[in-house]
């Protein structure tokens, strides 16, 4: 027999966020109540973006947009890249965050890194104010861009991504691939374009807003440089081969996607990021 979610069953879901409980305590509490856990996983993803959904319109902010997803309302072990399979480590409902394991293989990390070497330079992120770009004291990285589709193995990484989060590949930024030593790091920040910057309408037109973003770690430092969700107290371990991918569907911090790049502390980090536009980047 299917079981139904209720209003009442919503109602409950969004008083035990309010009250501060875990989305695991609020799945074990479900679960030992006789629901299904994927019909309990389902109704809190469901519920509880609607109600930041709910949230946020009652603010003045713009509704949720679309954005990318993995097929994962099943709970698969694996998701089917195209040319590999690719294994589930781990979901977040809020923010939405899902693990990936293996990615990339080992040969795609090396030749991923031996690509962007030499083109390695300063860091720069975008300034706000303007729309170009600067260099910032929160990050401290060198990095580069790869063009969409610019050789075969970015090419074939960005549609093995795509098909995994279900998005175009033409909506995607270049992949950027970035390099920290012990002491360097990207401190929390928020991917999308904030839409109150000067800057922010010359980037939109481009292809609209960021709505999702994939970090793929290329190499293993010794200590340090996870990925870390300061709001929910979450890191994401660098281990080669794996990725993080998040999603953000309106420009608001409710969205709880605040990320950083922890400090190396021993060894070095190689990491590649594909950022996913609203529509077609150019």
Known sequence: ????????????????????????????????????????????????????????????????????????????????????QVAVLGTLALPRVVILGGLLSDEECDALIAAARPRLSRSLTVATQTGGSEVNADRTSQGMFFQRGESELVARIEARIARLIRWPVENGEGIQVLHYVPGTEYKPHYDYFDPKEPGSATILRRGGQRVGTVVMYLSEPQKGGGTSFPDVFFEVAPKRGNAVFFSYERPHPSTKTLHGGSPVIAGEKWIATKWLREREFK
């Open 1 to 84: 027999m299917s079981q139904a979610i209720t209003p009442e069953l919503r109602q409950w879901i969004v008083e035990q966020a309010q009250a501060g409980h875990s989305a695991e305590s609020v799945l074990r509490s479900m679960k030992a109540a006789g629901w299904d856990e994927d019909v309990a996983i389902q109704a809190m993803e469901d519920t509880l973006r609607g109600h930041l959904n709910d949230q946020a319109l009652a603010q003045g902010l713009p509704p949720a947009v679309p954005v990318p997803e993995p097929d994962v309302a099943d709970s698969p072990l694996y998701l089917d890249g195209g040319d590999r």
